[in-house]
């Protein structure tokens, strides 16, 4: 591993499975920054300013690797190899019948108990990348292929952060990664119900009860954002507040090397605001429902319900079950590559 870029450190995190995980900081001459650990290839610190000039974490993350061995809620992974669920874990590809990791309930979620988001990554810094690297091998968590994938993270002085995910495989499979953030822009112990959410998307998917698609693609209807407050969404369930976990189907497929926008995220009191970009068809929204960590050492935001939101760019979600959705397939030596922008900014 070779460390050439001026303003990215590195240091030693812990140990995990005889594999040594490292802390990646990457500091703009501002003070900004953003962390990463090989663990998961996770987003563990996004700190940027607020109007006034402070800087504070604005992604929920964990001051100890520790914590990350015991988070069953995907905070800042990478996720893989299928975000989001696939029911009955199993599809059928070219009339044979695969069977995935059954971790939800019936169903496959997040690449089941195989996923990436507690695997460990190599680690390549070069002057203005930091790169995750892997080796999925053939059949594990049932998937088809020997599949590499890289994840490729850069950090602006502008407040910039993209992802760029490139994978290939061996076999004829069906890939789709995304990150798993949750964001809170107040920077505080809040949760995230005073944000307002605006979504480029007049069309989403019906989900089920058990947030599996039926396959009916419908109008956002109560369901759109459009600027509306995040509490505004919420409802009373059972004597459960529930939020929202919804696939939204962008309004605008962007071409070969272009990216559309996807949603914009922003919080009053401290004027920040995040627009998310990206080259995947749509965008899940989940509000954090149910967050939790039994593990101290939280940076921010609470980790409890509604204490940050997902905005998870990525392709339908269990698609393979769904002919009549776009397909995720990737065959035999094609290259993989869809890109995720976060842009931060804030409003004098």
């Not at 080796?135 to 599949?147: C, V, W």
Request: aromatic share 12%; glycine share 8%.
């Amino acid at each position: 591993m070779k460390v050439t870029a001026l303003n990215v450190s590195i240091k030693s995190w812990g140990l995990y499975n005889d594999q040594e995980i490292f802390l990646v900081k990457w500091e703009n001459s501002d003070g900004s920054y953003v962390e990463f650990t090989n663990y998961g290839a996770t987003i563990v610190s996004v700190v940027v300013p607020d109007a006034g000039g402070d800087l504070s974490q604005v992604v929920l993350g964990f001051n100890k690797f520790e914590a990350y061995l015991a988070d069953t809620c995907y905070i800042g992974s990478t996720v893989g190899r299928f975000a989001n669920r696939i029911s009955r874990a199993r599809f059928t590809l070219d009339d044979r019948e695969v069977l995935l990791e059954a971790n939800d309930n019936l169903n496959s979620n997040h690449g089941g108990f195989s996923g990436f988001n507690s695997k460990v990554f190599n680690i390549d810094i070069t002057s203005d990348a930091v790169i995750f690297s892997l080796i999925s091998e053939d059949e594990e968590g049932g998937y088809p292929g020997n599949l590499e994938l890289k994840v490729k993270y850069t950090w602006t002085e502008s407040y910039e952060l993209s992802i760029t995910y490139q994978a290939i495989s061996d076999k004829k499979t069906i890939a789709n990664f995304t990150n798993h953030s949750y964001f809170n822009l107040s920077g505080i112990n809040n949760n995230i119900t005073d944000h307002s959410l605006l979504v480029n998307a007049g069309k989403m998917l019906e989900m089920r009860e058990d947030y599996l698609p039926s396959g009916k693609v419908i109008p956002c209807g109560a369901g759109r954002f459009d600027s509306d407050k995040l509490s505004d969404k919420l409802v009373m369930n059972d004597g459960r507040l529930t939020g929202v976990n919804n696939y939204y189907i962008l309004d605008r497929r962007p071409g070969p090397g272009e990216l559309q926008h996807a949603c914009t995220l922003k919080e009053e009191t401290t004027g920040r605001s995040l627009e998310v970009f990206t080259s995947y068809p749509g965008l899940m929204v989940y509000t954090g429902d149910y967050l939790s960590s039994n593990f101290p050492g939280n940076r921010n935001a609470a980790l409890t319900e509604f204490g940050g939101i997902c905005l998870e760019c990525q392709h339908y979600p269990d698609s393979p079950n769904q002919p009549g959705f776009p397909q995720a397939i990737l065959e035999p030596a094609e290259l993989y590559e869809e890109v995720i922008l976060f842009k931060f900014f804030y409003n004098n």
